[in-house]
C-alpha cells in the first residue's frame, strides 16, 4: 500500500497518489467574508480624501477668478480649524492628548512656528516656478494630487501606502498651484489651507472613524455634499461626473467586490508547503 513518506523505498513511480490524494483538499479556508455595510463603511475614507482634493482644487480656483479674497478665506480656515481642534480632544475626552503627553502650549507653539516660516517664506514660495510655463504647473499639480490619492493611508496594510509620501506630494502640488496666484498672501493662505486639509483634517477623520462611527458618517456625507454643491457653481457636467464617481466608490465598488467574493475558490491541501507550528524559540537562546 502507498504510504505518502521519502524515507521507505517503495515500489510507486515518484509523483504517484493514490485516491484518497483529495480527501484533505480544502476550500477556502483563509478567505475573509465581507458584508456590504462594512466595506460601504470602509469606502469612506476614499470618498473623504476625493473630496479634499476637489474642495482644495476649488478653493483655489476660487482665489485665482477673484470670488475669494485671501482674507475670507484664512478666516474660515482659521475657525474650522479651532472647531476641530476641540472636536478632536472631545471625542475621546483628552485620553489621546494625555497618554501624548502634548500640551496646547505646546500645539499653539508649532502652529505659530509654522504660520510664521509659511508667511516669511511666501515670497520665495511665490516666485519659485516663474521660469515654469503655467501649462507644466497644472500638470504637475494634477500628477502629484493623483500620487496623493494613491498612496495615501486609507487603512490598508500595503507596500504601497506611505503618509509620509502622499502629503509631501500634496504639499508640492499646492504650492505649484499657489505660485500662480497673484499676490504673497494668496500664496502663504493656500499653503496653510493645504495642511489643514491634507494633514490636521486625515487625523480627526481617522479618531472620529475609530470613536463615532455614526458621527463619521454624517461628517462623511455632509463633506461630500459641500464638495458637489461647490463643484456644481463651477461646472454642472463635472459635478454629475464627480458624484457618479463617488457612487461607484461607495455603492457599485462594494457590491461588486461582495459578488466577486463568492466566486472565490482557494484550495488548500497537502502539496502547500509545510508550516512549522511548534515554538522554536528556545533554540535560539
Excluded at 466595506?39 to 475614507?45: I, L, T
Excluded at 499653539?108 to 507644466?136: H, M, N, Q, R, W
Excluded at 455634499?225 to 461647490?230: E, F, S, T
Aim: charged fraction near 15%; hydrophobic fraction near 50%.
Amino acid at each position: 500500500r502507498w504510504q505518502k513518506v521519502l524515507y521507505e523505498r517503495q515500489p510507486f513511480p515518484d509523483n504517484y497518489v493514490d485516491q484518497r490524494f483529495l480527501e484533505e483538499l480544502r476550500k477556502n479556508v483563509h478567505a475573509r467574508r465581507y458584508r456590504y455595510g462594512a466595506v460601504v463603511f470602509q469606502s469612506g475614507a476614499v470618498v473623504q480624501q476625493l473630496c479634499s482634493v476637489c474642495v482644495f482644487v476649488l478653493t483655489w480656483w476660487y482665489m485665482d477668478a477673484g470670488r475669494l479674497s485671501p482674507h475670507g478665506l484664512f478666516g474660515a480656515a482659521l475657525a474650522s480649524s479651532l472647531l476641530g481642534y476641540v472636536l478632536f480632544d472631545a471625542v475621546d475626552g483628552g485620553a489621546g492628548r494625555r497618554e501624548s503627553g502634548r500640551t496646547r502650549w505646546a500645539d499653539l507653539k508649532s502652529t505659530l512656528v509654522f504660520a510664521a516660516f509659511t508667511y516669511g517664506f511666501s515670497p520665495v514660495l511665490k516666485t519659485l516656478t516663474e521660469s515654469i510655463s503655467t501649462d507644466t504647473i497644472y500638470a504637475m499639480s494634477a500628477l502629484m494630487l493623483l500620487g496623493h490619492l494613491i498612496f495615501f493611508d486609507y487603512g490598508a496594510n500595503a507596500a504601497i501606502v506611505s503618509s509620509t509620501l502622499s502629503l509631501n506630494m500634496a504639499i508640492f502640488a499646492s504650492v505649484c498651484l499657489a505660485s500662480r496666484l497673484p499676490r504673497s498672501l494668496h500664496t502663504f493662505v493656500v499653503v496653510t489651507f493645504a495642511m489643514q486639509i491634507f494633514a490636521l483634517w486625515p487625523m480627526l477623520q481617522k479618531k472620529l472613524k475609530a470613536r463615532t462611527p455614526c458621527c463619521y458618517v454624517g461628517v462623511t456625507v455632509l463633506f461630500a455634499l459641500a464638495a458637489l454643491a461647490g463643484l456644481a457653481t463651477v461646472s454642472s457636467v463635472g459635478a454629475v461626473l464627480f458624484a457618479s464617481l463617488l457612487l461607484a466608490i461607495s455603492c457599485l465598488c462594494p457590491y461588486c467586490l461582495i459578488r466577486l467574493q463568492l466566486l472565490k475558490d482557494n484550495i488548500h491541501g497537502p502539496w502547500d508547503e509545510a508550516e512549522i507550528k511548534e515554538d522554536l524559540s528556545r533554540f535560539l537562546m
